[in-house]
């Protein structure tokens, strides 16, 4: 469109007569303001031209939707309708209970609002309308000569808040449409209608695929943004499309199909298949509903839904529609359903984490899913393109294609390969000409990276594992498969399938030390320092069919299921790729299967892959190791050291075991503490750890693998199983080296010291006093005779894949230390000390301030992800220990970090500060320095560096960084865009400090601070872990229990009263099927005795869904004289309860409560229970049966909050009412208050105190005497100690609400107001003869203006 402007001059200089033309058809939404440089009154005329659409010329239906909020109790008007419209429909869909109502605007002789048509109405003489006062049921009625029909209050098919109405011919009347609120809703409103004009053109029938209404039927209404001619529906449920003509439509003259396209070019167009139906029913003349029903095998993606009309003679109309079926995770027939508490965490979040890092050093990065962004749904359904129609049914060949398209379609892989903003891959786009290159640690959410994809056609450049699992899980949760992010620590790739991974050294013959070196030419094996892969949860009915041939039950093979975007080795198999084609894809193999070690085969996949690489995932998480050393005289050039499959590190070291501490998110929202972005980040307590789900405890072994000899250095099956040796343990190096095997020693070396500490990082920046890495080897000789030790050291280099990381260098091997060796006395002790400086690994870990010297930055993925010291010491008889150290590297992010907490590039974790426990001679009072501005400001000054003063620590690395230490500033000129020389640099000296030179404070000279402490053993080793819920569906257990012990009473007569009372208190009376009702109701239903016949009728729910102990009731208490003496207390009912006479119940129970036995069944309902004071708990809660609350642990809260540990009860807020805390009548509340027990758990107290005052400040109160401090002095600005109750109140500018005030013995007892949404009348405690007297005021009631004096509230 073109837009034109007359210019704020005006016409003719006429300033404010000014105009607007817009040429073309308007293409976007527009909104016109005015701005006022003077005030003035503006006349604003407008035309346009009418665009002819065959809406416009009555041809075909005019429609339109949009969204409105209703308030409980409320009344809005949804808008008003003109007359002149012909054949109008309007849909209204509400999760709530909201009620249409209609009102006729041109009749306003009894009501300003106009004559009712269609509203609820009970009173005498109020505006009752003809349509909606009968059973609720549908009904319709004439008025004007027209038609009007209501599908009656109880909505569609009994879904209250899903209503519409209709009028039938030509609009005569304007109307207006409103709702009213039983309940507080969004409610989406599409609406359609015929314009009444004679074009001479046949009418075309309307085609109504009711968006709004299928969405919430199908749980799809969360998807945002969606086109307006899709239709999001899940499978094993139905949808709806109305067809409708204003001269009337026959079933006859109706149909409906679906086609879909498949194949790369998506050239080929398959009908959709047998596992859609339809059915057609005539609603009337007009109208012609079409019911869709798709199976639980319906095949998912993105499909065209065809309704085709026949018209006139030989026309034929055809309207089309997007139909996208997804996943059913809500019913319990779909293969990917779960419970509801796995739905909200792994379906409906929008958001999680993802744990990176070291296996003892790791962190949750958050990730934004955004899976319900129509684009991001449009992506993930486009992965499924090339998989033939019919193949998409199932979830195992689903997921495994994703495995293959989100690799061939998304994301291009890379790792440590040169710069990641420059050059150009093979089949990829170049870098540095589109700037759209980012590194894998540049992404944090899914949206962002799904719109470059499409921008650029190609798979994005870069990613690694962390983002592949990221998007599975956005994919994954997109199209309904539940789906979560699994990190494993220390993950193996096993390269030839033999369940092992091989290591290669050179052992020294003479201090028998094992050397790291290259793998040779046809050994790939690494291990990970963690890798993510996805699980996603679904039953597997084909492998399930083999369970019993494996040993194994046959649900053996359902639940999580392992799947791997991330490329690493080729399978077999599956659907859309050629069937003998290997490609990148992995999985599904099922969790369950993993943790047993069975590798089946199954479908066409090619034998040596097993079943979808389950062989793969036992070797990533439970990989044996076996040592090679080299062998000149073997064929390879290497021997199998002792012939031995070691299960742990075979050097002792648990955190180096392969498998460890495999995480995902816990359900439930995520910590403040792990959402920080400072050096407090601490996402521990959102830790998942699910690695006994896997494996079990160590040395738990791979089992045997598949097939025998693998590559060329597989040695088949498992040798010496049982063989769980440690070499840093008892043993030593093999024979041929020259080692005894079988020596003793009477050393003992009690481990390693590291510095920095066991949890802590490299830091990669110059000058940092933790920019190397210093170690520790202590021992001692505890024999009788002279030993002899022998120490080395050897530095490799290792990308976060497992690879030996070369770098600018010709192999891994960083450094290697000289030979240390001791001669030690008896009862002596020694240490070997080793030093990895930050200039041996400077050039292979460059960063920004590097550049300054003159060295080339490297990206953060260029970097090497790990160093790894293996320290070996030998003595004299032989006996060899060894272990090894692996430090991760922290380059600070720049402009980002300070001394006390350095975030890392690359999401490599947080260095954070340590206790610089040797600088406390620094502090001012302590030191003996001039009054020198200089001393401590992060420059050596050398005519400050004396003893007792030493520049405040200005000329030590160590005291520098320790206390003046912030990393960065930028210069002066920054933020001049002209300038290309802004940049970073140091606010201080000590990145160039010498200590040799300028260092002389002999307390922090040298210091280092070894850690020696033992980090807890992983849950591989027999921790606990956090996993507690494994994700089952609990349902077919507690149906089948269920089932058994109502099958003698309710088989033969269902509907029967002993039937009856069976299934009410099997059902509302046993704590263990408490959940049914809340995660199994439709099973309940489908697969059991339970109908509506016999439905159970349990005790009433809380807000949070929680069961009230049905046996509880409350009573009156009444003193010994029979007076009552006002309060209750909750008593137990039982059915053999001997009361039975109207006295008696009338003494157990309220008058408003039921007054037979029978009814008396049912008595768990919330009340006010009474108080240690006599008074009532102010809100209504009840004792809930344990675990039945539609919670993720099924209680209602915290421990802390609803649990009374005096009675041993869980209780909820029933949230359904609050009472007077005296009398015990209800009080009808708008809005809702949150309360909580008080700390001796005998009072509740509002969580909200803040009173939302609009355009007034909060009001001081005072009582008849107005001493609120009890000094004797009226405490009031006027003095008058009688007449201020409330001061400057006025009933036409304030409202508010007051619950009560704190009472004394003379009346209130401080000035002010306990305010809160609600009324109560405050208990009165001894109030003074002539003080304020109480008046009850009632609900929702104003507080009016002038209050007598001494009359009060």
């Known amino acids: 469109m073109t837009v034109s402007y007359s210019g704020y001059e005006g016409v003719d200089g006429q300033p404010g007569k000014e105009w607007i033309t817009i040429t073309g058809e308007t293409s976007t939404a527009l909104e016109m303001k005015a701005f006022a440089f003077e005030a003035g009154e503006a006349l604003v005329e407008y035309e346009w031209d009418r665009v002819q659409t065959t809406c416009c010329l009555g041809t075909a239906a005019c429609t339109g939707s949009f969204s409105s909020s209703i308030s409980k109790g409320s009344t809005v008007d949804i808008g008003s309708i003109p007359t002149g419209k012909k054949n109008l429909r309007v849909d209204l869909e509400c999760s709530s209970d909201v009620d249409i109502q209609l009102f006729d605007l041109e009749d306003t002789s ?166 859609l139906t339809f059915e057609l029913t005539q609603k009337d003349v007009t109208e012609v509903l079409i019911t869709g029903t798709l199976s639980k095998d319906a095949p998912v993606g993105a499909y065209t839904i065809t309704v085709q009309v026949q018209g006139e003679g030989t026309t034929v109309y055809k309207i089309t529609a997007a139909l996208v079926v997804l996943f059913n995770p809500y019913s319990s027939k779909d293969d990917v359903y779960t419970s509801k508490a796995n739905r909200v965490e792994y379906v409906e979040n929008t958001e999680g984490l993802v744990w990176q890092g070291l296996s003892d050093n790791n962190n949750g990065y958050t990730w934004d899913y955004d899976q319900f962004a129509w684009a991001n749904l449009d992506r993930s359904l486009n992965l499924l393109r090339r998989m033939p129609v019919a193949d998409r049914a199932d979830a195992a060949l689903v997921s495994r294609h994703l495995t293959y398209s989100v690799g061939a379609d998304v994301c291009y892989g890379k790792w440590g390969e040169g710069s990641y903003t420059t050059g150009r891959p093979a089949g990829g786009y170049k870098c540095s000409s589109t700037k759209k290159c980012r590194e894998p640690d540049y992404w944090t959410g899914t949206t962002e990276l799904f719109e470059l994809n499409l921008l650029v056609e190609k798979p994005v450049q870069y990613c690694q594992c962390f983002v592949y699992a990221a998007l599975m899980t956005t994919v994954g949760r997109a199209l309904g498969i539940p789906s979560r992010p699994v990190t494993t620590f220390q993950s193996a790739h096993d390269a030839d399938k033999n369940r092992a991974i091989d290591k290669f050294y050179k052992v020294d013959p003479d201090s028998g030390a094992f050397d790291p070196t290259d793998a040779p030419d046809g050994a790939h094996d690494s291990v990970w320092s963690f890798h993510v892969w996805n699980e996603y949860w679904f039953d597997r009915p084909t492998l399930g069919a083999k369970c019993s041939d494996l040993g194994q039950s046959s649900s053996c093979a359902n639940g999580w299921q392992a799947v791997d975007a991330t490329p690493q080795e080729t399978s077999m198999g599956g659907s859309g790729v050629a069937a003998d084609s290997a490609e990148y894809q992995m999985g599904p193999a099922s969790v369950k299967l993993v943790k047993a070690n069975i590798d089946e085969t199954c479908r066409s996949q090619d034998v040596k892959y097993g079943c979808f690489d389950s062989e793969f995932v036992i070797s990533e998480v439970n990989s044996d190791v076996k040592l090679w050393v080299v062998d000149e005289s073997s064929a390879n050039g290497f021997k199998w050291h002792e012939k031995t499959r070691f299960s742990t590190d075979p050097w002792g070291d648990e955190y180096n075991t392969i498998g460890l501490q495999i995480s995902t998110k816990k359900k439930g929202s995520i910590s403040d503490a792990c959402r920080k972005t400072d050096a407090d980040k601490d996402c521990s307590a959102d830790l998942d750890d699910i690695t006994k789900q896997y494996k079990y405890d160590e040395p738990s072994g791979p089992g045997d693998p598949t097939l025998d000899n693998q590559g060329p250095f597989n040695t088949g099956r498992r040798l010496k199983a049982g063989r769980e040796r440690r070499l840093g343990a008892s043993s030593a190096s093999s024979a041929s080296t020259g080692v005894n095997v079988n020596a003793t020693t009477s050393v003992n070396f009690t481990g390693i010291g590291v510095s920095p500490s066991a949890h802590g990082m490299i830091v990669n920046t110059p000058g940092h006093p933790h920019n190397g890495l210093k170690l520790k080897l202590p021992f001692v000789n505890a024999g009788d005779a002279t030993e002899n030790v022998t120490c080395r050291f050897t530095v490799t280099m290792h990308d976060y894949a497992g690879y030996y990381w070369t770098g600018y260098r010709a192999n891994s091997t960083l450094a290697m230390s000289e030979a240390m060796s001791h001669k030690l006395a008896p009862g002596a002790s020694a240490e070997c000390l080793y030093e990895v400086e930050r200039s041996v690994y400077r050039e292979n870990a460059a960063m920004y301030l590097d550049s300054i010297y003159g060295l080339t930055e490297l990206d953060s993925s260029e970097k090497f992800y790990a160093l790894k010291v293996t320290v070996t010491a030998r003595t004299g008889s032989g006996y060899v220990y060894e272990t090894d150290v692996t430090k991760g590297l922290c380059t600070p992010i720049i402009g980002y970090t300070l001394r006390s907490g350095i975030y890392c590039e690359g999401n490599r974790g947080i260095w954070q500060e340590p206790e610089w426990e040797e600088l406390s001679h620094l502090d001012d009072d302590n030191t003996n320095c001039s009054s020198s501005s200089r001393v401590g400001d992060g420059t050596c000054d050398s005519d400050l560096n004396y003893d007792g003063c030493w520049d405040g620590g200005d000329c030590c690395e160590y005291s520098c960084w320790g206390l003046w230490g912030d990393l960065i500033e930028l210069a002066d000129d920054w933020d001049d865009e ?297 405490d009031t600005e006027d003095g008058d100690e009688s007449d201020d109750v409330i001061g400057g109140l006025n009933t036409a500018e304030v409202s508010f609400v007051v619950v009560g005030c704190l009472m004394g013995a003379a009346g209130v007892a401080a000035a002010g107001w306990w305010l809160t949404r609600s009324y109560a009348k405050p208990p009165l405690s001894g109030a003074s003869a002539g003080g304020p007297k109480p008046v009850e005021v009632e609900a929702g009631a104003q507080v009016m203006n002038p209050v007598a004096p001494n009359e009060g509230l």
């Open 110 to 275: 009894s009501f300003s609002e106009g004559k009712a048509i269609i509203a609820y109405c009970e009173e005498d003489g109020c505006n009752k309308g003809a349509l909606g006062n009968n059973d609720g049921s549908a009904e319709s009625t004439t008025y004007y000569e027209r038609t009007y029909s209501y599908s009656g209050y109880y909505g569609v098919d009994g879904n209250y808040g899903n209503e519409w109405v209709k009028v039938s011919g030509v609009l005569n009347r304007e109307l207006m449409m409103k709702a009213y609120g039983y309940a507080a809703g969004d409610a989406a409103i599409t609406y359609s209608y015929y314009e009444d004009y004679d074009s001479g053109v046949p009418i075309e029938p309307s085609v109504d695929f009711l968006i709004s209404r299928n969405t919430a039927k199908s749980n799809t209404e969360a998807f945002t943004d969606v086109p307006a001619d899709t239709l999001i529906v899940r499978r094993s449920g139905t949808f709806e499309v109305l067809v409708a003509h204003p001269d009337g439509v026959l079933v006859s003259a109706v149909s409906a199909s679906v086609s879909g396209k498949s194949g790369e070019a998506e050239d080929t167009t398959e009908d959709y298949g047998d596992q």
């Open 978 to 1274: 002209s300038d290309d020389s802004a940049s970073w640099q140091y606010q201080h000296s000590c990145a160039t400090l010498n200590d040799t030179a300028t260092c002389i404070d002999a307390k922090v000279k040298g210091y280092v601070s070894y850690d020696f402490v033992n980090l807890p053993s992983p849950v591989a080793f027999g921790g606990e872990g956090a996993a507690e819920d494994l994700g089952e569906d609990i349902c077919p257990t507690l149906l089948s229990n269920f089932s058994q012990d109502i099958a003698q009473e309710c088989e033969l007569e269902p509907c029967g009263s002993g039937c009856k009372k069976l299934i009410n208190e099997t059902l509302c009376g046993v704590d263990d099927y408490a959940r049914i009702v809340v995660d199994c109701l439709e099973q309940l239903y489908n697969e059991t005795l339970v109908e509506s016949c016999n439905a159970p009728r349990c005790a009433q729910r809380t807000s949070s869904s929680c069961q009230c102990m049905s046996s509880w009731t409350w009573k009156n208490y009444y003193n010994d004289d029979g007076a009552d003496d006002g309060s209750y207390a909750y008593e137990e009912y039982t059915p053999e309860d001997d009361c039975t006479d109207d006295d008696c119940r009338r003494r157990k129970l309220t008058s408003d409560w039921p007054t037979t036995n029978e009814n008396l069944t049912f008595a768990g309902k919330c009340v006010n229970p009474a108080l240690w004071d006599g008074t009532l708990h102010t809100n209504d809660w009840c004792a809930v049966v344990p675990g039945s609350c539609d919670t993720d642990d099924g209680n209602p809260g915290s421990e802390a909050m609803y649990y009374d540990s005096f009675n041993g009860w869980w209780w909820d807020n029933c949230g359904s009412g609050f009472i007077n805390v005296t009398s015990g009548k209800y009080l009808s509340l708008n809005g809702s208050n949150a309360y909580a027990w008080d700390e001796n758990e005998t009072k509740a107290y509002t969580l909200q105190y803040d009173v939302a005052w609009s355009g007034m400040t909060a009001i001081n109160a005072s009582n008849a005497t107005t001493d609120g401090d009890g000094d004797g002095d009226d």
